[in-house]
T-cell receptor, first 114, second 111 residues
Framework: NAGVTQTPKFQVLKTGQSMTLQCAQD?????MYWYRQDPGMGLRLIYY???????DKGEVPNGYNVSRLNKREFSLRLESAAPSQTSVYFC?????????????FGSGTRLTVV | TQLLEQSPQFLSIQEGENLTVYCNSS?????LQWYRQEPGEGPVLLVT?????EVKKLKRLTFQFGDARKDSSLHITAAQPGDTGLYLC???????????FGSGTRLLVRP
């Protein structure tokens, strides 16, 4: 099925460890996004990529880096995980020329940092 | 500070009842979307509204965009247990199409 695929679905890290969250979309969308979701706070934008080759900071970028590897893939890296980064992470994609279609989200990565 | 405020945060109602969820801001949005999210899944788009005063209907769901494009509401008629979930509003403020999400309304419809 067409959509956004995120891996892994679950991860437990120790404080200070690093990891990369993977995201791939097969809808030929130009724009991709990383959000984190915490209880009572909705979704907050970490980084986004308006098009292949560009990345920009969102609302909460500290502690994260991203790579837009190609048009399909957009990864999120935690260099030194902290307990405050315990959250559910969602990747999304969209086609900017068709705003009414909205975002397509992956099913999320649940990350726990101990 | 949340740019988009949703109310109520939680709502527990009996099957067959009506309800309204509100999404308010002091900022103007070029478009506003409503998503529904079920446990363990990502949000799924329900509707996009782009014109001030616009009303859209999706079966038992009615969405309205405020005249000044600062607020929106979602009304559900005769709620069913299948409507249970987290409802999120999201607004786009500029041409970059970054979406700003509200904090969500968690709806439980009891059989």
């Amino acid at each position: 099925n067409a959509g956004v695929t995120q891996t892994p679905k679950f991860q437990v890290l120790k404080t200070g460890q690093s990891m990369t969250l993977q995201c791939a979309q097969d809808m030929n969308h130009n724009s991709m996004y990383w959000y984190r979701q915490d209880p009572g706070m909705g979704l907050r934008l970490i980084y986004y990529s308006a098009s292949e080759g560009t990345t920009d900071k969102g609302e909460v970028p500290n502690g994260y880096n991203v790579s837009r590897l190609n048009k399909r893939e957009f990864s999120l890296r935690l260099e030194s995980a902290a307990p405050s980064q315990t959250s559910v992470y969602f990747c999304a994609s969209s086609e900017m020329s068709r705003r009414v279609d909205g975002y397509t989200f992956g099913s999320g990565t649940r990350l726990t940092v101990v | 500070t949340q740019l988009l405020e949703q109310s109520p945060q939680f709502l527990s109602i009996q099957e067959g009842e009506n309800l309204t969820v509100y999404c308010n801001s002091s900022s103007v949005f070029s478009s506003l979307q409503w998503y529904r999210q079920e446990p363990g899944e990502g949000p799924v788009l329900l509707v996009t509204v782009v014109t001030g005063g616009e009303v859209k209907k999706l079966k038992r769901l009615t969405f309205q965009f405020g005249d000044a494009r600062k607020d929106s509401s979602l009304h559900i008629t005769a709620a069913q247990p299948g409507d249970t979930g987290l409802y999120l509003c999201a607004g786009a403020m500029d041409s970059s199409y970054k979406l700003i999400f509200g904090s969500g309304t968690r709806l439980l419809v009891r059989p």
